[in-house]
């Protein structure tokens, strides 16, 4: 059958098909959807419209077949121009039908719910919105983004972060970028144009063919693959599925913002900058951005900000709470973790870790997915049984990859104790038999020089108080800011 149709083809394709030829020909593409999608790429017809061609139908049928009277070439260039015709009759059809429907749109002010999309090119300040295209395949794209259906099934990214579902009835789904195109092989992807730099493509499940723009070869990607696109290659990189908003996701940051939970966050955060014991909170919103090197995303919120870390050596430099002890401290961020492969990841270091200077502080994610606060000089209480010598929590963080999650600890040297908490919850009590008071000053966000405290993924209003917060207000703390409901 397969060999068959690849002659009948490439006899049409060279002039020389026959009159009985033509005659198998047509009525395997009236048959057989993959066949008319094969025939429609070997003539050069834009790869929309071999999508649609899945979807042909006889106009009639008969239940006699078509008996044709001569191998004429009259006849030849006739059910040739049929062909043609009925190429170009789903071509005008499909040109008049949506592309794809806006599902939700949480914080996008360019497009409503329900909105049909079609050839035009849009463009996302803020926010995130869902789609689905004509042939089923869901897409979250988030903001700042720009893009364009060339058809259902192809999409253009300018820019933009897209996590891509696709049911095996979008196979073929592509998205196409500056520098380079991704081909969906019926899976779940995500695709990041930023605005400066090369676009990634990850693979969360299935199968992707990627080419890079000026590239002769493809790319065959499976899950747990990922590259990026620059200057005609593609480059292996990490995948970082937790990157991207997935479609599951959005109803949820749909409802918050329904909820009215961002102004409940504004509010939390006036009251804490009233705090006197406040010694920072940062919401990356000033206009004068901080000191490292790291790309800045959307945050928790449509249209906020956050630091984004991906590489070894990106970090945020701060310079907070020095020239003094802080017998009582307070640690807080909301974190969305993209990966957890690192042996440390830094939520906030300061700089150095010298028995010189006792008291340093160092909160990071370790090794078992779990949260650390290690203050350099503290030793652990004799009833304490900690892995490394040092505090750590209970719960893993592991679970709440790919979403956003509030972390706090909180410190007193007083009472010789390190608490901790995972989304406003109590999670675990540490005794220690020394236990300095904290030392801050010149610190680190991010990688703190050295490979193994790479951090993968976005920090949120970043909180150091400078006394111990109860159960109660981290609880509240959480409640407040959870962009979630």
Request: aromatic share 8%; with cysteine; net charge negative.
């Given at each position: 059958?397969?060999?068959?149709?690849?002659?009948?083809?490439?006899?049409?394709?060279?002039?020389?098909?026959?009159?009985?030829?033509?005659?198998?020909?047509?009525?395997?593409?009236?048959?057989?959807?993959?066949?008319?999608?094969?025939?429609?790429?070997?003539?050069?017809?834009?790869?929309?419209?071999?999508?649609?061609?899945?979807?042909?139908?006889?106009?009639?049928?008969?239940?006699?077949?078509?008996r044709w009277l001569?191998?004429?070439?009259?006849?030849?260039?006739?059910?040739?121009?049929?062909?043609?015709?009925?190429?170009?009759?789903?071509?005008?059809?499909?040109?008049?039908?949506?592309?794809?429907?806006?599902?939700?749109?949480?914080?996008?002010?360019?497009?409503?719910?329900?909105?049909?999309?079609?050839?035009?090119?849009?463009?996302?300040?803020?926010?995130s919105i869902s789609l689905i295209t004509a042939r089923g395949a869901r897409i979250v794209i988030e903001a700042p983004a720009e893009?364009?259906?060339?058809?259902?099934?192809?999409?253009?990214?300018?820019?933009?972060?897209?996590?891509?579902?696709?049911?095996?009835?979008?196979?073929?789904?592509?998205?196409?970028?500056?520098?380079?195109?991704?081909?969906?092989?019926?899976?779940?992807?995500?695709?990041?144009?930023?605005?400066?730099?090369?676009?990634?493509?990850?693979?969360?499940?299935?199968?992707?063919?990627?080419?890079?723009?000026?590239?002769?070869?493809?790319?065959n990607l499976r899950s747990g693959d990922a590259v990026s696109f620059a200057q005609g290659t593609s480059t292996t990189r990490e995948l970082r599925s937790s990157a991207f908003i997935q479609p599951d996701e959005l109803p949820g940051l749909t409802a918050g913002l329904a909820a009215g939970q961002r102004a409940r966050s504004a509010a939390a955060l006036a009251a804490l900058?009233?705090?006197?014991?406040?010694?920072?909170?940062?919401?990356?919103?000033?206009?004068?951005?901080?000191?490292?090197?790291?790309?800045?995303?959307?945050?928790?919120?449509?249209?906020?900000?956050?630091?984004?870390?991906?590489?070894?050596?990106?970090?945020?430099?701060?310079?907070?709470?020095?020239?003094?002890?802080?017998?009582?401290?307070?640690?807080?961020?909301?974190?969305?973790?993209?990966?957890?492969?690192?042996p440390y990841q830094s939520l906030l270091h300061t700089d150095g870790w010298s028995h010189n200077n006792p008291g340093q502080v160092h909160w990071m994610i370790n090794r078992d997915t779990t949260m650390r606060l290690a203050l350099i000089g503290n030793t652990l209480a004799p009833d304490a049984h900690e892995r490394d010598g040092h505090p750590d929590s209970l719960t893993s963080v592991l679970p709440e990859q790919g979403r956003w999650v509030h972390l706090s600890t909180v410190y007193d040297s007083s009472r010789g104790t390190v608490r901790f908490y995972l989304n406003g919850r109590f999670d675990k009590e540490v005794h220690q038999q020394i236990a300095h008071p904290a030392r801050l000053g010149p610190a680190q966000i991010g990688n703190w020089n050295q490979q193994d405290r790479k951090l993968s993924g976005r920090v949120d209003e970043l909180l150091l108080l400078g006394r111990a917060m109860s159960d109660a207000e981290l609880r509240a703390l959480h409640a407040a800011g959870n962009p979630y409901r």
């Open positions: 059958m397969k060999a068959d149709l690849t002659n009948l083809m490439s006899v049409y394709l060279d002039g020389s098909i026959s009159a009985p030829q033509m005659q198998q020909l047509n009525t395997l593409l009236l048959a057989d959807g993959a066949a008319r999608r094969e025939f429609a790429e070997l003539l050069n017809v834009d790869s929309a419209l071999a999508a649609l061609a899945a979807d042909w139908a006889p106009a009639q049928t008969s239940a006699k077949p078509t001569t191998p004429s070439p009259r006849w030849i260039a006739a059910a040739a121009a049929c062909i043609s015709l009925l190429l170009g009759a789903w071509f005008w059809q499909n040109t008049h039908q949506a592309y794809a429907t806006v599902g939700k749109a949480a914080g996008v002010v360019e497009l409503a719910d329900g909105t049909k999309l079609r050839g035009e090119s849009y463009a996302i300040s803020a926010g893009f364009r259906f060339e058809s259902a099934q192809r999409l253009h990214m300018k820019r933009g972060r897209l996590a891509a579902d696709v049911p095996p009835a979008a196979k073929g789904f592509t998205v196409i970028t500056p520098t380079g195109d991704a081909v969906d092989l019926g899976t779940r992807f995500g695709v990041d144009v930023p605005s400066i730099g090369a676009a990634e493509v990850h693979v969360f499940q299935g199968e992707v063919i990627t080419k890079a723009s000026g590239a002769h070869a493809n790319q900058k009233q705090d006197p014991t406040l010694i920072a909170l940062l919401d990356f919103e000033s206009a004068e951005e901080m000191p490292g090197v790291y790309r800045t995303v959307q945050g928790r919120w449509p249209g906020s900000h956050a630091p984004e870390f991906v590489n070894v050596g990106d970090h945020l430099k701060l310079d907070v709470g020095g020239g003094r002890d802080w017998p009582q401290l307070t640690l807080a961020a909301w974190v969305r973790i993209d990966r957890l492969g690192a």
